[in-house]
């Protein structure tokens, strides 16, 4: 892959992003923020933060979407600060880190930077009045990583202790820990359909379901390591920038390696970003460089090959871009080749050897496509061998034949054997169950001795045609419980035309399911799921689907009739409902709520923060995020009180109530560090006081002032 543009500066790129104007924002290693015109890379902005970073294989700086925020380490990595683009001034740090601040991030929202350390802690600091308004759950050693979700909702945290930690930013929740490395998770990228990719030191990479807590699938091929992750806007592919240069690029549907070098560049992979406007990939580099590589470069080239059926030439061309074979372009080639194949092997049927060579012609010289043509044809050898055996009738010699050759199975004589089988294995059923029928049983079934995929049905057909008869029965009856707990224990039931009608019903239940919810008659697909529920291989989905109906009928009730208290707690036990457009309503009402209330809680007015949140005092699965911001808001109560010198009495009192309330939270301890500087000789002891929890806080316990 060759880049179609590029723009060079002298020192090494820790961030490229695309803002919401469109611009393009580049940070190099000496925090020297350049502000570029996304089609002529002209430079229409910027500034100097001249704070220049030894390391950048963590996220050292982080800058808002909006362009108005800017978060970086320091050189020394001793804290983390915030900065006001327009004035140029910080307007929060964060020195509170028992150790080195080790990576930043700012949410897609803009509300809040997150300032990670190497005591595995990372601090939320409100963006509006640059205050500490919480803390994510802590891990046991560095965070390495820092991500977010595309709407905001979800935190992921990467640590050297081997975990990933979830927050729920929407319902200020944690999420418990998932483990899946061996060793230390280093960087991790959401996707969509709730997946999380995850990368360790050891280059093992992971995609897991946030939801669920489970492994989807571990990528194969990564043998450097990882430096920065981006996903395509269509989330088809992940690509991943290594240390040594190199771009991997991934398929997010089979989740194969397209390419280990899909671009390989002198150069460590500093920063990577993706461009949904234009399809374009672009690289940021050690050397100070910006490269652009638009993902389908040579489409059009490809369209003038495919419309002169140059397919031979269309291959080599792809290996210069291996993410052309997800064109619709090389789809129609796919497709031609499928069909040709098929043709080719109706025509070898007939022994017609030279009208299947002259349709292949087109695709003899693709290497790949060659040896697959030979081994058709050497397949196809003794197909006029296995015909003749099928007509006299030497069903064990024919079967042999076509499990030596599978492609036979493919055939119209095979499925004619099939078929002539299943009619005899009827027949044989029926007299099996005829007092004195055995013998007309083995005579019917006598073609296919000797044959092994037979041999144990014909066998359980004499021995077990009581279960049978249980079997009907229970079909009969429609205790399709009872019927697939006999087919668990004598699989030999499969054969039986009852079997198929059984799964054919199963099916047409499904597919009648499945309109009905397209539909919005939930009603009625729960009547078909509680059907359903009894058949083995739907009754997990079955009864999924019914909590899930039954959850969003009470949800969408609560919508209408206004009942904001059972919807808000109905959509925090579901995950699909924080999807849906209500969901997504509620999430914003709350979220507009919130930043007008972080407002008021920075400047510690109580008064204003209940008229805010006053719709929400009563939905219990808000009740740890109200706790969070009326902590938020006290604090200020006490950060004001120490700026006013007031007695070290009632900043002692409001202390203790503080810990009375939510027990010794980040904030608080941090708080206090601060008030022993102003008043070293108070005597209070944290540990001493009785401590309550955000867990424990409820809204009857708000009171005007912390001090009080």
Known sequence: MNPIKQKSFEDAIVLIKILDDGTLLVIDVNTTVRILDLDTLDVVNGFKGNITHERYRVDVVAFSSDGNYLASLSSDCKESKLYNVKTKKAIARVNRHHGEASCVGIDPQNRYMF??????????VDMQSGKLAFTLPSHADTINN???????????????????????????TPKEKMKFHASPVMKLQFLSNHRLFSID???????????????????????????????????????????LGYVLAYDLESYELISRNYIKLHTSITSLCFDEKTQQLIVGTKEGEILFYYLYEGEDYLKELLVNKHYDKMEEYIENNLILKYTDVYGIVDTIWNKTVEKAKHFLEKGDQKTAMKLFQNFVNIPVKNNIIKKIFVEYAQYDKFYALVKEGKFALAYGLANTHPTYKESNIYKLLEAKWQKAFVAAQKFALEEKGAEKAREVLSPYRGISEKTQHIQELF???????RFKVALGNKAFVVAFDLIKQHPFLRE???????????????????????????????????????????????????KHIECRQKFFNAIEDNDTVLAYNLLNKSYELQDSTDGKMLQKQWNDDLTKANVSAAQGDIKSLENIL???????SKSIALATVFSFCYMAQLENGVKKKLDKLFIERGIKNYIFYFGLQEQILSFFDIFKKYYPDSKLNLELQTKGSMEMWRPSMIVDSILD
């Open 146 to 172: 820092i991500a977010f979700s595309d709407n905001g909702q979800w935190i992921a945290t990467a640590s050297y202790d081997k975990k990933i930690s979830l927050f729920n930013l929407a319902m200020m």
């Open 614 to 620: 006053e719709k929400y005092m009563k939905i219990s």
């Open 115 to 124: 300032s990670c350390g190497d005591d595995g802690k990372t601090f939320a």
């Open 201 to 243: 030191k050891m280059n093992k990479g992971i995609i897991s379901d946030i939801y669920t807590s489970k492994v989807i699938a571990r990528l194969q091929g990564i043998h450097d390591d990882v430096l920065h992750v981006v996903k395509s806007s269509d989330d088809k592919f992940l690509f991943l920038g290594t240390a």
């Open 496 to 546: 039986f035309p009852e079997y198929n009608a059984l799964m054919n019903y199963a099916d047409s239940i499904y597919m009648k399911i499945q309109k009905y919810l397209q539909e919005d008659d939930t009603h009625s697909a729960i009547k078909l799921l509680k059907i359903l529920k009894d058949f083995s291989d739907f009754s997990e989905e079955a009864a999924e689907l019914i």
């Open 463 to 469: 021995t077990q045609g009581i279960v049978y008869k």
